[in-house]
Nanobody, 122 residues
Framework: QVQLVESGGGLVQPGGSLRLSCAAS????????MGWFRQAPGKEREYVAH????????YYADAVKGRFAISLDNARNMVYLQMNSLSPEDTAVYYC???????????????WGQGTQVTVSS
């Protein structure tokens, strides 16, 4: 099993930046890809970004492309999400996820963190 714990959420003003972190533990050798999703109030959970563990190729949803950056520290089993130029539409609970299936090419998250709240408001 893989356990994931997010941190770094909070309140930020529009136009500001925030960096989320996710620590993976347990059977981390099973992880192929890691990613971030988010869920805003009253909406379904949506894909944000993911990164391939071996190649470190990164992929993004159109809504965040150019503003968010996902990165991976394999040695520390950490994944990060740098969020810039935040807007109120980015307000959501952000979830870290791991894909241990390796089915690819799409991200198939089968391990999830508990989520961290990001609120963008003045």
């Amino acid at each position: 099993q893989v356990q994931l714990v997010e941190s770094g959420g909070g309140l930020v003003q529009p136009g500001g930046s925030l960096r989320l972190s996710c620590a993976a533990s347990g059977r981390t050798f099973r992880i192929y890809d890691m990613g971030w999703f988010r869920q805003a109030p009253g909406k379904e959970r949506e894909y944000v970004a993911h990164i391939r563990r071996r190649s470190q190729n990164a992929y993004y949803a159109d809504a965040v492309k150019g503003r968010f950056a996902i990165s991976l520290d394999n040695a520390r089993n950490m994944v990060y999400l740098q969020m810039n130029s935040l807007s109120p539409e980015d307000t959501a609970v952000y979830y870290c996820a791991a894909d241990t299936t390796g089915r690819g090419p799409a991200f198939n998250g089968d391990a999830w963190g508990q989520g961290t709240q990001v609120t963008v408001s003045s």
